[in-house]
């Protein structure tokens, strides 16, 4: 039985063998590039934990925090004082936010919506150091600190990432859905509302946990508002709220090696907050997305 | 009369049906009232012409057809007639659309009422993604129709020869549906807030066959009690479904093309001997 | 655009032009064969219907999947339906050239009357005439042609009603009278031949103006 030469040689010269050998090599820069970012990530999360680890129990996450030179407490105060900070922002931010967001992508005209959108994203890069003095300079001069101007700091912080998240998923709510609407006879702020909203939702959701993540970690815009407070559990915001990131500041400035070993566990407990949140909103943010897209 | 090995099978037809001639003519009234007066219609995107200087009554309780080749306009025109275009930014409009003897693009009128008068179907199903009451509850509740709307919905799903299909499971996600059931939702969703027109932006060209009949058929019912403009590219839909069809076709002139009214006329008569040689062209596939 | 379509119209359409030959050759077979008491050529003609009525059917099975796969609409369907009614009245024409040559058989032992037998030549000539300005109207389409079949069919009726006063004439003689009643017949044919032509002659004028309408008959003379 003859078989037919093929006219080409399937097999491949020394040309196709150096793409190959090419293509291979950047398979490898690419994958050990992803793994050195993956690597750093579990540096940093097992530094964090190996020197953490040992201090974490049931009651340092239960008990007031240690008088100077005390040894034991725990950090009770500063997860219900970063809670109700963190709460109070989203409170702001959220609300304000989304109807940023709602603004832009549905009710803006281009010439209108293009500096707006500019501010927004220039407020996400404000550094957060900036924002503290800000909040210092405005609210907290002059007054006793107070754990409302932190919450107003971290609602800043949070805002662009909130108004941007909310801009995407509106963004992916399928134009049909709108005319479908307004071709019933309803208004614009009818459809928003009733259609637009509630499909967003999903992504709405996750941007603010994503925010909130984001907000529990940050120290700068605390520093000066919420840096002096009690060592017990502190309800009311119109006091200095303790918390989490400037407590791990102070502790880390300390002379006593108690309190650094106090640092790395908070710094783990705020680590694993952050981490968890981020896992779950990405999970949800899939979910979402799958269903606005069909 | 078989030739070798060809076996001949006789089919076997159900008889003749009595058909009532004298109910049968009663059916077509001749004279028919006017919904819609469009006069010297031309609309623009920018300095684009989309379509020009269009002249056409469309009558009630009549299915108008509109087809043409591609970009034409047949699509802009619909939408001029319940103020869709609106929102796109660009868009002008000269001349008249009367409806009722009301000049729709007039001063004070509110385009959101325009649209719940004349309401819309579009090419591609597009179901909320809400549950399939809710789907056809959600205009009326927000338009201020609270009162009774079970039987609201329940009429409006009859009404688009869906009812059988999903009584038993009106709290599922309407996305559950098939593309030929999600457009009859859609079309009940329409006729849920009563309008008086019903305008088609090519209902069936995302849809199967099968799903394509159940729509023209439905078409059928709904015009005894809606007036129906639809859009459609293909000729043979607009044969077998529109009273009277009008044919657009493009015009190039120094200034650009711009999409013109050809001919307007009973369909019978346009798909026999239409009095347009273009017409003749398009319908005959020789051309577009 | 369609030029497949096109192409299959113009094959049907070429069929029923090849459908008309033949038909002028039986006729032509028919009216020899009687002319020349020709027993032969008269079964030979019968035998040859056989092949008009094959084209026949071929040309029905044509238009039947035309419809069904290409929806003909305007200008193509009336040129479709004009061709089906064509086919139709040609495959008649045929058939009443069989019955021309089945009389002459019957009757082709009777030494025949000239003058009778003249008419009978003068109407086939006249039919034979009117087919072939039907045929040509058709393929030229030609309006003016296809109205002028009435006034071919006017002098069919002439011929005709030399031909009755002959019969009147001869109709006494006893060893003619069979034959005689055999040739009413065939004139008989031969009027309708020509009808038939006219119809196709109205095919034609519905193809050209989309209107139907039937040509002046002898009934209503006004309406031309």
Not at chain 1, 97 to 120: D, H, K, M, N, T
Not at chain 1, 259 to 273: C, N
Request: a negative charge; glycine letters at 6%.
């Amino acid at each position: 039985m003859a078989t037919l030469e093929p006219a080409l040689s399937l097999r491949g010269d020394r040309r196709v063998r150096r793409r190959r050998i090419v293509n291979r090599a950047a398979e490898w820069l690419a994958t050990i590039a992803a793994l050195a970012a993956v690597a750093v990530l579990g540096i940093v999360v097992w530094s964090i934990a190996k020197r953490g680890a040992g201090d974490l129990s049931w009651g340092f996450l239960t008990k007031s925090l240690p008088l100077f030179g005390q040894p034991g407490g725990g950090i009770a105060p500063l997860i219900v004082g970063s809670a109700i900070l963190v709460g109070i922002a989203t409170a702001i931010a959220l609300p304000v936010g989304v109807c940023i967001a709602v603004f832009l992508q549905e009710f803006a005209s281009p010439r209108v919506r293009a500096p707006i959108q500019l501010v927004v994203d220039l407020m996400n890069g404000l550094p957060s150091i900036v924002i503290g003095i800000f909040v210092f300079g405005l609210l907290v001069y002059g007054h006793p600190e107070n754990g409302l101007a932190g919450a107003y700091g971290l609602a800043i912080v949070m805002l662009p990432l909130i108004t941007r998240a909310t801009q995407e998923v509106l963004r992916l709510v399928p134009s049909a859905q709108r005319e479908g609407a307004l071709a019933l006879g309803a208004s614009r702020w009818r459809t928003v509302v009733g259609i637009t909203l509630p499909s967003a939702l999903g992504g709405i959701l996750t941007g603010t946990v994503l925010a909130v993540a984001r907000a529990a970690g940050e120290t700068a815009p605390l520093l000066f508002a919420t840096s002096i407070y009690a060592n017990t559990v502190q309800w009311d915001p119109r006091h200095a709220m303790p918390n989490i990131p400037v407590q791990i500041f102070i502790w880390s400035e300390s002379p006593d090696p108690a309190d650094h070993k106090r640092a790395w566990a908070s710094a783990l407990v705020l680590m694993l907050f952050v981490l968890v949140t981020s896992l779950v909103a990405r999970a949800a943010f899939v979910r979402s997305r799958r269903k606005l897209s069909r | 009369m078989t030739e070798e090995g060809n076996v001949h099978q006789t089919v076997t037809m159900p008889p003749m049906r009595p058909v009532d001639v004298a109910e049968r003519q009663e059916a077509e009234p001749q004279a028919r009232d006017t919904v819609f007066d469009i006069q010297g219609l031309t609309a623009r995107y920018g300095t684009n012409v989309a379509i020009k200087d269009v002249n056409l009554e469309i009558y009630r309780n009549l299915i108008t057809a509109v087809i043409g080749p591609s970009g034409c306009g047949k699509s802009t025109f619909i939408r001029c007639i319940n103020r869709m275009n609106d929102d796109v930014p660009s868009f002008r409009l000269d001349g008249r659309v009367l409806y009722h003897g009301v000049d729709l693009y007039g001063d004070g009128v509110d385009p959101v009422e325009v649209r719940r008068r004349i309401g819309m179907v579009f090419q591609k199903p597009n179901p909320f993604p809400k549950t399939i009451y809710d789907n056809v509850a959600w205009a009326p509740r927000v338009l201020g129709l609270k009162k009774e709307l079970d039987e609201r919905v329940e009429k409006a799903l009859r009404s688009a020869a869906l009812w059988d299909e999903v009584k038993d499971r009106l709290k599922r996600s309407a996305l559950s549906l098939s593309g030929g059931q999600q457009q009859r939702l859609c079309i009940a969703r329409a006729i849920a807030i009563e309008p008086e027109v019903v305008l088609l932006d090519e209902p069936a060209s995302a849809l199967d066959p099968i799903a394509t009949a159940s729509i023209e058929e439905l078409m059928h019912d709904l015009k005894r009690d809606y007036t129906i403009v639809i859009v459609t590219h293909n000729m043979q839909q607009a044969a077998r479904v529109a009273d009277r069809t009008a044919f657009f076709s493009l015009e190039v002139d120094d200034s650009g093309r711009a999409g013109v009214l050809v001919e307007y006329d009973e369909t019978s008569k346009l798909f026999t001997a239409p009095s347009d040689k273009r017409t003749e062209d398009y319908v005959t596939g020789r051309f577009g | 655009m369609r030029v497949t379509f096109q192409e299959e119209l113009d094959q049907l359409e070429a069929s029923l032009q090849e459908e008309g030959a033949l038909v002028l050759r039986v006729l032509r077979g028919a009216l020899n064969a009687l002319a020349q008491r020709d027993v032969e050529l008269a079964d030979e003609v019968i035998a040859f219907d056989d092949d008009v009525d094959r084209l026949y059917l071929e040309i029905e099975e044509g238009i039947q999947s035309l419809l069904a796969r290409q929806t003909p609409v305007a200008i193509d369907l009336r040129l479709v339906l004009a061709m089906l009614h064509t086919n139709l009245h040609l495959e008649r024409m045929a058939d009443y050239s069989v019955t021309i040559a089945k009389l002459t058989k019957l009757v082709a032992d009777v030494e025949p009357d000239p003058m009778l037998l003249q008419s009978l030549e003068d109407m086939g000539e006249r039919a034979e005439e009117m087919i072939r300005v039907a045929l040509d109207s058709l393929a030229n389409r030609d309006l003016g042609a296809a109205e002028s079949l009435v006034d071919l069919d006017e002098l069919i009726d002439r011929s005709n009603r030399r031909f009755v006063e002959r019969v009147v004439e001869i109709v006494a003689e006893p060893g003619l009278r069979e034959w005689v009643l055999r040739m009413v017949l065939v004139s008989r044919t031969l009027e309708r031949i020509g009808d038939h032509a006219v119809d196709i002659g109205e095919q034609v004028a519905y193809l050209l103006t989309a209107e139907f309408r039937e040509f002046t008959d002898a009934s209503h003379p006004e309406r031309a």
